[in-house]
């Protein structure tokens, strides 16, 4: 409440002259808030609300600007105050890619996606964003036996076990370190891309779908690892046909936009599934990390989702047996070994 009263006399400050209310419009999976300001007139915007103990705005507005530059369709700033962690942003509306997703709809939403990623790909380049390099992506992969293992499943692996299992992560990270490097949103899916189908929030490019929110962890990184996170998502899952569909158009966007993508397209579908097992298993222990240490339960439900991606590619590639083995152990199955390369 008292972070409420602080934003309302933010406001009041900066337009004593305009009545407003104020309501909560989202949370996320960090500390940050956000809440709908709605004038008198029926206009609205979001203020994003980060406690500076708590959470820093800077590396968001660093990102807004970078993504902004490229034509991406991201949130628009109109003020600042960063001392108490709030940032007053244009409003993209409430309709996540999640909410309105369909089977008619799907083929053209993705297109706008894969173009929008395809459009902040291009503008990338080193020393801007911090590397997605060996320490991060590792710490990412040890999310997975110390969260969703130990805590989630109270399993702990013998000496055995973990010699195994880093042997495999060594593997898993030099085919993910050995991609090209581009810009990476991280966490590029169905509920952080907005739906702008009508209204004010298309802002000047009323063709500008989709909305991008959520991009303050961006990093320099894989190229596949985006379009990973957009077509193997934790909370949609479409059949592998249709997956693959829109990764060929993908693949085919960033040739002709000059993106240093493997030329061949079977590599890069392997570079995409191994980026994907990364991610997956990373997302397994966060999720573990948010109901165990943080009390957040509602990312519970979407844990099998993502244990069907990793058990799917670690029964394609005989290398990922140890973390197949693990997952069977984690939800008591024993499976007969069909492992192929």
């Not at 240093?260 to 397994?284: C, N, S, T």
């Not at 991606?309 to 197949?324: D, H, M, N, S, W």
Request: aromatic share 12%.
């Amino acid at each position: 409440m008292k972070r409420q009263q602080l934003i309302t006399a933010w406001l009041t400050q900066r337009w004593p002259d305009r009545a407003f209310t104020l309501s909560p419009a989202s949370a996320d999976a960090s500390f940050r808030r956000y809440f709908r300001v709605t004038w008198a007139d029926g206009s609205t915007l979001i203020v994003m609300d980060a406690p500076p103990e708590l959470e820093d705005c800077r590396p968001w507005l660093h990102v807004q600007q970078l993504f902004h530059a490229t034509g991406a369709h991201v949130p628009e700033v109109i003020a600042q105050d960063l001392d108490h962690g709030f940032l007053l942003l244009s409003d993209l509306g409430n309709a996540t890619y999640l909410s309105v997703l369909n089977q008619d709809n799907a083929a053209a939403l993705y297109q706008d996606a894969l173009a929008a990623l395809v459009l902040i790909q291009r503008a990338s380049r080193p020393g801007v964003l911090p590397e997605y390099d060996y320490a991060l992506l590792k710490k990412e992969l040890d999310l997975f036996p110390d969260w969703y293992l130990a805590q989630h499943h109270q399993i702990t692996l013998t000496d055995a076990q973990r010699a195994e299992l880093d042997t495999v992560f060594e593997r898993l990270l030099a085919m993910n370190l050995a991609e090209p490097k581009v810009f990476v949103h991280r966490d590029y899916h169905s509920r952080n891309l907005m739906h702008l189908a009508t209204g004010e929030n298309l802002g000047a490019n009323p063709s500008a779908n989709p909305g991008i929110i959520d991009f303050q962890d961006a990093v320099y990184g894989p190229m596949s690892y985006d379009v990973v996170s957009l077509l193997k998502d934790a909370y949609i899952q479409w059949d592998e046909e249709t997956a693959l569909d829109y990764l060929v158009r993908y693949w085919d966007m960033a040739r002709q936009a000059g993106l240093p993508i493997a030329a061949d397209f079977g590599e890069f579908h392997r570079q995409y599934e191994w980026m994907g097992l990364q991610r997956h298993l990373k997302v397994l222990g966060i999720f573990a990390r948010l109901y165990h240490r943080d009390g957040k339960d509602g990312y519970l439900k979407d844990l099998p989702l993502v244990e069907h991606y990793v058990r799917q590619t670690c029964e394609r590639y005989a290398g990922f047996k140890p973390i197949l083995a693990l997952l069977d152990q984690a939800q008591g199955q024993t499976k007969e070994a069909g492992y192929t390369f």
